[in-house]
């Protein structure tokens, strides 16, 4: 976690053209389907700011180790002596075109996506790459009902505080139902608002200053989720194998087994690091500018953008942010 677009967005229809009976594949009638749902064979990736997801303020900077100088007479800083970076990511095997995939195989290597959105189509899709190396046709998949959903679930684990509106969570599950079909009609017409962020100040661990907490209303923060579960995967194929923070499958632990794995083969230097005020100050043109490589669904772009300029109530009055995101919010995890 770094618009103006007015992009194509629709349906596509199968490769091979069409003819009065309708579109056809290897000579066999098909129906049009999402291009974020077709299988290509050439992989097509961007890598996301340069392979890093952007830091969270007041958390530490990836651990650089350097191992030690060789003993007396070693000229110069020592060759080769910087830490290599791990292999990027390990990428799941590439399925090739038209050729049947094991039922379930996919699936298997991307577990921890919502299988609501996330049809073993389209992973197959995300391993082999779209079209264009840009994915379409996806807010639809947003504001589907089923990941609506698993975004209330997810939302409500977390048990937060309400935001300016003051409906809480148990507040919002009331009338679950009828929340979630308005959320998905708004979204789907493309009235959906987002509220104000509420903020709040609270104690800075390790020091007497105090970090500023954006609280999105519930309704907002279920909007929210449902739009990480449909972009996340997208991005999180190419971060760097050696980042750990706030990504599926990792954990802070398995930071400190990579660095007691350097420590044992003779690293000892270590970069400890702090961004100040990182959150409050990220450009939001940086920001998009990567997701715009490989998103062209202009209403999912317009709604990252409305969430980033989100009007903030600290008192009576608010202001609309031109730079930085909400810390607290679902999208800046």
Not at 81 to 109: L, N, S
Not at 172 to 190: C, M, P, T, V, Y
Request: hydrophobic content about 40%.
């Amino acid at each position: 976690m770094q618009s103006r677009f007015d992009l194509l967005i629709g349906n596509v229809p199968w490769q091979g053209g069409a003819s009065a009976e309708g579109w056809r594949r290897n000579g066999r009638k098909a129906e049009c389907v999402n291009q974020g749902d077709l299988l290509v064979t050439e992989t097509v990736i961007l890598p996301l700011a340069q392979g890093r997801r952007p830091a969270r303020a007041g958390d530490r900077a990836p651990v650089v180790a350097k191992k030690g100088r060789n003993g007396p007479g070693a000229k110069g800083a020592q060759e080769g002596g910087d830490v290599p970076h791990e292999p990027k990511q390990a990428t799941p095997d590439v399925v090739p075109g038209k050729r049947a995939t094991p039922a379930g195989e996919i699936r298997v290597r991307w577990a921890w996506v919502e299988a609501e959105v996330w049809t073993e189509r389209m992973l197959t899709a995300l391993e082999q790459g779209v079209i264009g190396g840009k994915w379409f046709s996806l807010m639809d998949k947003v504001y589907a009902l089923p990941n609506l959903r698993q975004a209330f679930a997810r939302v409500k684990a977390n048990d937060g505080a309400p935001g300016v509106d003051q409906v809480t969570v148990k507040e919002f599950e009331r009338h679950l139902e009828a929340n979630l079909e308005e959320l998905a009609r708004s979204l789907k017409d493309g009235s959906y608002r987002p509220q104000a962020i509420r903020r709040e100040w609270i104690d800075k661990r390790g020091s007497k200053e105090k970090r500023p907490l954006g609280i999105p209303t519930v309704r907002d923060r279920v909007v929210q989720a449902a739009l990480r579960a449909v972009l996340e995967p997208i991005f999180e194929r190419d971060f760097a194998a050696q980042s750990y923070g706030f990504r599926p499958n990792r954990s802070c632990k398995d930071a400190l087994r990579r660095v007691d794995t350097l420590l044992k083969a003779g690293y000892n230097w270590v970069v400890d690091a702090d961004l100040k005020s990182y959150w409050d100050t990220i450009p939001h043109a940086g920001l998009l500018d990567p997701v715009q490589a490989k998103v062209s669904d202009g209403q999912v772009l317009e709604l990252l953008e409305a969430f980033l300029t989100q009007k903030v109530m600290e008192t009576a009055e608010g202001w609309t942010p031109e730079e930085g995101t909400p810390q607290g919010a679902v999208m800046t995890a």
